[in-house]
């Protein structure tokens, strides 16, 4: 059977026209990975994320650990499925998970969820890069600066995914304004035009240790999150600015300590460097993941 990649792109915006699918249309989506994957012979599929992609079920639930893991794997479900049909096979294709950002948090709670919410999948190993294991450690080492506006987009994300929770009522009259006009934008946009600290549209400038959002940041830590039964490989630019390599690196600790096949490889670059570089070593550990036995149900 042809392997299955699922590869989960980082963040694109809020909502507008910045799901994946419509991004590759546009040619806002970058093809170096997705290209790696195809040269290889083996079938890609790019999930939009929650609320992406669906006109009016906006904002994308950006750094909502589980509801990126189900898409991931209800995506990898129908691309089995897909892929059973016309193969005619009993026998399921393999497959691997790929992300980075925000993407490799998809991959790696899928990974995590696998055994419970889709045992059926014959998931073979996921690479993640840039994995940002933490959000609240995020939010608060990189609420100001040049991406500020991250910050401001995983409150308006994580209120969608919790919108059961009164969690903007942490923001100022001018902030709830802001996060409705936030809700249909692209990360470009979002980044030039909120620079402001995200204490800026807050009533405290501390809105993640308000009692409510640490409720919902203890269910989005990695206490929270399960344990890969499939090999992983993790990956991380040194000079990462977006997400610092301690994230990665203290994901990969966590593992090794419960036990996981996990590999570790770190580059002499920044964010977006990284996330080209390291496509001929990732391929390299998929290829190997695809070789190894399927994971126990």
């Not at 497959?95 to 993407?103: A, E, F, K, Q």
């Not at 409150?155 to 809700?183: C, F, K, M, N, W």
Request: aromatic share 8%; glycine share 10%; hydrophobic share 40%.
């Amino acid at each position: 059977m042809t392997p299955i990649v699922l590869y989960c792109p980082s963040f694109h915006g809020l909502g507008g026209e910045c799901a994946p699918s419509q991004q590759l249309v546009t040619g806002g989506e970058s093809l170096d990975q997705i290209q790696a994957v195809l040269d290889r012979g083996w079938i890609v599929a790019v999930p939009d994320g929650e609320n992406l992609g669906i006109t009016g079920l906006g904002p994308h639930t950006f750094l909502a650990a589980r509801a990126a893991a189900h898409v991931t794997l209800d995506l990898a479900r129908a691309a089995q499925a897909l892929s059973d049909s016309a193969h005619s096979r009993q026998s399921h294709a393999p497959i691997v998970l790929w992300g980075y950002g925000d993407g490799g948090r998809a991959a790696v709670w899928a990974s995590e969820q696998h055994r419970d919410y889709s045992p059926d999948l014959d998931l073979r190993g996921v690479a993640a890069g840039a994995v940002i294991s933490d959000p609240g450690a995020l939010a608060r080492s990189g609420h100001s600066g040049p991406w500020a506006a991250l910050a401001l987009a995983g409150l308006i994300g994580l209120s969608r995914a919790y919108h059961h929770l009164p969690l903007r009522h942490v923001l100022t009259e001018d902030g709830l304004r802001v996060a409705q006009q936030a809700e249909t934008l692209s990360a470009a946009v979002l980044l030039d035009q909120y620079r402001q600290p995200l204490e800026h549209w807050c009533k405290d400038p501390h809105p993640w240790d308000d009692p409510v959002w640490r409720y919902v940041l203890d269910h989005e830590s990695r206490s929270a999150a399960g344990v890969p039964e499939v090999p992983v490989h993790l990956y991380h630019g040194a000079a990462d600015k977006v997400v610092p390599v301690e994230s990665g690196s203290g994901l990969f600790s966590e593992y090794q300590r419960n036990g996981v096949g996990v590999s570790w490889c770190e580059y002499d670059a920044n964010h977006f460097r990284t996330a080209v570089d390291s496509i001929p070593d990732v391929m390299e550990a998929l290829a190997g993941f695809l070789q190894g036995p399927r994971a126990p149900r």
